[in-house]
C-alpha cells in the first residue's frame, strides 16, 4: 500500500515557476514508477511526465524543456519543476505510482493516485 500527497500547487503569473512534491509513504516506494498527470476544468486527465525506479524520465512534448521530473527515494519525494507557465498550464496536478505492465504516459499502470493540487496560471 502506497499513499500519496501532493504539495506546492498555487497561483503564479504566466512565465513564472511552481515546484510540486509528491510525498509517498508505505513500502518499497523505490521500486514504483511516478507520474504526475494534470487534469483541467471539463478536460480529461492527461500525462505530463514520468520517471522510473531507475530515473529514467518521460515528458509529453508540450512540456519538455518546461518541467522536470526528479526523485529522492531517501526522501519517498518524487518533484515536478515547471518553469516558464502557461494559462493553458492551469489544472489539478495528480502524482501517481505504480509497477503495472504498459507504458508510462497510460494512467492503467498506476495504483496509486493522490488527492491532487491545484495550479493556476494567471495571464
Known amino acids: 500500500q502506497v499513499q500519496l500527497v501532493e504539495s506546492g500547487g498555487g497561483l503564479v503569473q504566466a512565465g513564472g515557476s511552481l515546484g510540486l512534491s509528491c510525498a509517498a509513504s508505505?513500502?518499497?516506494?523505490?521500486?514504483?514508477?511516478v507520474g504526475w498527470f494534470r487534469q483541467g476544468l471539463g478536460k480529461e486527465r492527461e500525462f505530463v511526465a514520468a520517471i522510473s525506479w531507475s530515473h529514467d524520465t518521460y515528458y509529453t512534448d508540450s512540456m519538455k524543456g518546461r518541467f522536470t521530473i526528479s526523485r529522492d527515494n531517501a526522501k519517498n519525494t518524487v518533484y515536478l519543476q515547471m518553469n516558464n507557465l502557461k494559462p493553458e498550464d492551469k489544472a489539478v496536478y495528480y502524482c501517481a505510482a505504480g509497477q503495472g505492465p504498459g507504458t508510462y504516459y497510460s494512467t492503467s499502470i498506476y495504483g496509486y493516485w493522490g488527492q491532487g493540487t491545484q495550479v493556476t496560471v494567471s495571464s
Open positions: 508505505g513500502r518499497a516506494f523505490s521500486s514504483y514508477a
